[in-house]
């Protein structure tokens, strides 16, 4: 089944108010490939802003609490990115799982998913994991740990991003993602029955202009999920049209 190619753009601690043109411009340029879907997931301080810049485009969040709210200084639950008008957040990005167990990121996908947010779970293998050739285990190890109950009413989307390629400008060869990605699909399937399908799979790990189209092209892989490459439309939009073209 193909589903949607979806490309979320993942910006990290990047990006202030004067960074709302640029925003303009993705969103303005993503709206003339209506056959992909596209989101923003932008640092906390600016989801507000962006969603009144921009209300075509979803607007996401990089992280959340477990608890919709409660004293935990200097975190921001779902609440609260609902009310900046935040439609979906990631959970579990490798940047911060050093700080975090799988427990802890399934309870903030569940969380979010009881409020209403799309749902991108990020799982992928380190350096030494694939060096190891431990790769498959990793992934469907973390998977497995990650991943929310069920699927619920928001959209769930899993992103296998390997953590040696994140921002390294290297990726797995095509066979390795398509190798990951089919044993995501396996898993999902197992998981969640029929209610699978609607689970879209994304690449995440030095995507770029030049090599969207190859990824997009492996079977299994439902879109990306770009860090740098996200920053400036010019990079950004090239990938939205490599996905819209790989239809
Ligand atoms: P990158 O980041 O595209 O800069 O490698 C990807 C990610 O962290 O999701």
Known sequence: MTLRKYVVGNWKMHG?????EEIRAIATGAAAFPQVDVALCLPATLIHRAVEAVPG????????HFLPRGAQTGCVGAE???????????????????????A??????ETAQAHGLDVIV?????QEAHDAGETLETVCRLSRKSLPERIGRTN???SYEPVWAIGSGMTPTSDEIAEVCSAMRQLLNDRYGEKA???RILYGGSVNARNAASIFAIP???GALVGGASLKAADFLPIVEAAATAG
């Open 16 to 20: 202030v108010s004067s960074h709302i």
């Open 57 to 64: 485009l979803p607007i996401g969040a990089q992280d959340l």
């Open 80 to 102: 609260m990115l609902v009310d900046a008008g935040a439609s979906v957040t990631i959970v579990g990005h490798s940047e911060r799982r050093d700080r975090e167990r799988s």
């Open 104 to 109: 802890e990121v399934r309870a903030k996908a």
């Open 122 to 126: 990020c799982v992928g293998e380190s």
């Open 156 to 158: 769930l989307t899993l």
């Open 197 to 199: 399908q609607s689970v």
């Open 220 to 222: 299994h892989v439902d």
